[in-house]
């Protein structure tokens, strides 16, 4: 069984990830976003793109007695925690942007919540899921199309960033300018810093110390560091 998975995960790694390259070398073809629905980029793009996010997990559940790098269970444990806390950072992302805005959708350019941070929270934190998926599991193929899957996602974002501009134009640009496209690390490391030195001194005072822009901040960075 994890063979026939890994042998269509692999066929369809190849579509995905060939596609996505065609459109960074050729935009008129633009597979991602797909120019509307019912197109051929629309038609190629999905069914690979969500047929290989299912093979993933489908092999790595097949194959998850393999301990192909024989990593032990305390590493393979703390990948799958750290696969949920990337989940949930990536629903609170989905969240922030919108359902519409997360399939390219022109409902406004988003530069709230944890977009503040990452210009690509959602796909940051899905590679991240599949790499943990990949440890968790400590499978080859599950490895193999693991990273294929992580590829597909950092070339989405590549192959985004065009049709952004044309799209948003100078808003877009700024907001570029002040925000990274993955992982802010050093602004995350001088906020933290700055906002526990702020809960510090509320607490000496006696002062409430929780507050909603605090728990959104701590989210922020969590994404970041």
């Not at 299912?54 to 559940?61: H, S």
């Not at 590493?75 to 359902?99: D, H, M, P």
């Not at 899921?129 to 992580?150: E, N, Q, T, W």
């Not at 995350?188 to 507050?211: E, F, G």
Request: hydrophobic fraction near 55%; charged fraction near 15%.
């Amino acid at each position: 069984m994890t063979e026939v998975l890994f042998t269509l995960g692999v066929m369809l790694a190849v579509v995905l990830n060939g596609a996505l390259l065609l459109t960074l070398k050729f935009p008129e073809l633009r597979i991602w976003p797909p120019p509307a629905a019912k197109t051929w980029q629309s038609y190629l793009f999905w069914p690979a793109f969500r047929g290989l996010n299912v093979l993933c997990f489908a092999t790595a559940i097949a194959d998850f007695r393999a301990n192909y790098l024989g990593l032990p269970l305390t590493i393979r444990f703390a990948a799958l925690a750290f696969l949920a806390a990337s989940l949930s950072l990536f629903i609170y992302a989905f969240r922030v942007l919108g359902r519409d805005n997360s399939y390219c959708a022109r409902d406004g350019l988003v530069a709230r919540g944890i977009y503040r941070w990452s210009r690509n929270p959602q796909n940051a934190m899905l590679m991240l899921v599949y790499g943990s998926l990949a440890v968790a599991v400590d499978s080859g193929p599950a490895y193999l199309l693991c990273a294929a899957m992580m590829s597909a996602y950092a070339l989405m974002v590549l192959a985004e960033e065009p049709w952004l501009r044309e799209v948003y134009g100078e808003s877009y640009r700024s907001y570029c300018r002040r925000v990274p496209r993955f992982f802010n690390w050093r602004r995350a490391v001088l906020t933290l810093r700055a906002d526990l030195q702020r809960l510090t001194r509320a607490t000496l005072s006696l002062a409430p110390v929780v507050t909603l822009a605090d728990c959104e901040m701590l989210v922020c960075v969590s994404a970041c560091i």
